[in-house]
């Protein structure tokens, strides 16, 4: 899918004029990026609005009969559930979803990935075994919920906001943070649920952005810490210590073993330095959230770009989210670098046709109402302004949800649409970045990997600044290009993962968004 193009307003008869987009010669629909109000002229397309449009949202430039498809982007979006006429505001009074072929053209539209001839780096930690990280965190990682008090008061302890004086030694540590979840007993033990979590936090466990690790249990639980570790191929070491509540005496003695043996970690995790290394090391996780109608002109695309040129300096980035890209996948299969990777998204794609079936739910349960509130119809829709966070670059593997990633470029990470569940699984799979497009104004962030947040419009930028690292609006303005922006946000990329803070991290926010996907029946 090519980037859409702004050109000038399209004229009209109103007293100013009046912003269109169409974004495809063949779709039915342009994009208001105004009110629209009822009679005004879209001279462009010679139609004249019937009703009142909201910004971001679609109006028909053609009549379309009831059952015929709607088009956007020059792709299905959905299906007419009665006429509609031309000028009228199409949304989901009169557009649903419906059953059509997609054509996979398994790898057809591969083509070669030129190197860029200029280097691009930033300032990051080499570990010792020749990771790279971003950041540089000690974690607090719970077996199950019922560590999960004791872990959080562990890394209390050390909040800068309430102790400075517990790190005010180590001022090359971010920080002491606790990931707990809700999970790790009364679930089938022999079962993916279970396996799935054992991954994630064995993801976390050895992440590059975590110095050191504290793995603690209450010792009865079914994710017993002695299994997670053989499943994941790890063992206890210095710089990964397990203990559990009932063997150390309680939770007073937990928390006060847990405080001395960060003490204890906290000299070796100070000791690094940043230094120069290739912008390869960088392995983004690509997320959108509360979109909204730009989210597929602006922002997305934008980060789109920037992907373009990551890997182009040989760095990766994973697209997740696979209900988000339900029905725009056949544009994805024709980037497989072989059939059988494109055969891997399909197959993942049929899983969720058949849990949905199972969980007697429709994958179209997203957009969400604040997605549908910004302009997005149908799944279909946002899936189509989704895939756009992937550039143009070839699709080189797809892996389940938290498995390691190893490939280099662009990959592709089975996970569910909301935003938290699909991070965790990214940053599990070595994600050291996450970049996160919002249309409506979502508050996230991430721990240890920063987030780094693109408004799609600058509405959303005047209004929730505080939250936005970047605003992609000033593409609908005319004021700079995808393009161009897309190389501004690939060096704000380079500066975060350098060390600056972004808004999200200046926010505190990171450790109440780990959340691993459970997928098992609770006993």
């Avoid at 719970?142 to 800068?160: G, W």
């Amino acid at each position: 899918m090519s980037s859409p193009v702004v050109g000038k307003p399209v004229a009209s008869t109103a007293l100013r004029p009046v912003r269109v987009i169409r974004l495809n010669p063949a779709d039915d629909v342009v994009i208001a990026l105004d009110q629209l109000m009822s009679g005004t002229v879209l001279d462009g397309e010679a139609v004249t609005v019937s009703g009142l449009i909201p910004p971001g949202h679609k109006v028909a430039t053609r009549d379309i009969g009831q059952g015929q498809a709607v088009h956007r982007y020059g792709q299905i979006i959905g299906f007419a559930s009665q006429p509609i006429r031309a000028g009228q505001h199409v949304h989901t009074h009169n557009l649903a979803m419906g059953e059509f072929a997609r054509d996979y053209a398994f790898s057809q539209g591969v083509r070669a990935t030129v190197p860029s001839t200029e280097p691009a780096t930033f300032q990051g930690i080499v570990r010792e075994d020749g990771r790279v990280a971003t950041r540089n965190y000690i974690g607090i990682l719970t077996s199950v919920n019922c560590s999960a008090t004791v872990a959080r008061a562990i890394a209390d302890y050390f909040r800068r906001d309430i102790r400075p004086e517990a790190l005010a030694a180590f001022p090359n540590v971010d920080g002491v943070v606790a990931l707990t979840h809700g999970s790790g007993c009364a679930i089938d033990s022999e079962g993916d649920g279970l396996a799935m979590l054992q991954r994630t936090l064995g993801g976390y466990a050895c992440h590059s952005n975590f110095a050191s690790v504290l793995l603690v249990g209450l010792g009865c639980e079914t994710n017993q810490i002695s299994r997670l570790l053989e499943t994941q191929g790890l063992r206890e070491h210095d710089r990964l210590r397990t203990f559990t509540i009932q063997d150390t005496g309680g939770t007073s003695l937990t928390i006060a073993k847990g405080i001395e043996l960060v003490r204890q970690m906290l000299p070796d995790a100070n000791d690094v330095k940043r230094e120069t290394v290739s912008a390869s090391h960088l392995t983004i996780g690509l997320q959108c959230g509360g979109s909204d109608g730009y989210s597929g002109i602006t922002a997305n695309p934008v980060l789109g770009a920037a992907v373009d040129l990551l890997v182009r300096h040989g760095g990766t980035a994973i697209l997740s989210e696979t209900p988000e890209i339900y029905g725009a996948e056949h544009l994805l299969t024709r980037r497989a670098v072989t059939p059988e990777v494109g055969q891997k998204l399909v197959d993942r794609i049929r899983w969720w046709e058949a849990y949905a079936q199972r969980q007697e739910a429709q994958i179209n349960n997203n957009p969400s109402a604040g997605n549908k509130a910004g302009g997005l119809t149908t799944v279909l829709e946002k899936s189509l302004g989704g895939i756009a966070k992937a550039g143009s670059t070839n699709l080189v593997e797809v892996y389940e949800y938290a498995q390691p990633v190893r490939a280099r470029g662009l990959v592709f990470m089975d996970t569910p649409g909301y935003d938290p569940v699909s991070a965790t699984g990214q940053v599990a799979g070595g994600a050291n970045l996450i970049c996160f497009t919002t249309g409506r104004g979502s508050a996230y962030g991430c721990a240890p990997s920063p987030s780094v947040k693109l408004a799609t419009n600058t509405a959303l930028w005047q209004r929730q600044s505080d939250d936005m690292d970047l605003n992609c609006g000033e593409v609908l303005e005319g004021s700079t290009t995808i393009e161009q922006l897309g190389a501004v946000l690939f060096k704000l990329l380079l500066d975060v993962a350098s060390g600056t803070r972004s808004r999200s991290e200046q926010h505190g926010y990171g450790q109440n968004e780990f959340v691993p996907w459970q997928i098992s029946a609770i006993m």
